[in-house]
Nanobody
């Protein structure tokens, strides 16, 4: 059974940093998955922020976070991280991790975590 559990959200000031974690169970980071971080604010669709292809070891980012966010993996801990630096109030959202089996792209994940709230004060 695949489970994704996010943690690390919280309240931070404009310009601050947070690191989100996505603990994965039910598969290992050596399997053929793409794992992404997504965010959603009330009234808007959930959007992809960052993606890592476990098979190709490649990453991609939304334009709005390039140069500020970094996605990474820790195989020993079976965990995906999202390091968020220079946070802005517009980064405020619920952040989710999602996993798609058998793909190098993060579109339409098969599995979702429960989400973690990130709030950036101005």
């Amino acid at each position: 059974q695949v489970q994704l559990v996010e943690s690390g959200g919280g309240l931070v000031q404009h310009g601050g940093s947070l690191r989100l974690s996505c603990a994965v169970s039910g598969f290992t980071l050596e399997d053929y998955y793409a794992i992404g971080w997504y965010r959603q604010v009330p009234g808007k669709e959930r959007g992809e922020v960052a993606c890592i292809s476990l098979s190709e070891a490649t990453t991609s980012y939304a334009d709005s976070v390039k140069g500020r966010f970094a996605i990474s993996e820790d195989n020993a801990k079976n965990t995906i991280y999202l390091q968020m630096n220079n946070l802005k109030p517009e980064d405020t959202a619920v952040y989710y991790c999602g996993a798609r089996y058998g793909s190098s792209r993060c579109a339409s994940p098969h599995y979702w975590g429960q989400g973690t709230q990130v709030t950036v004060s101005s």
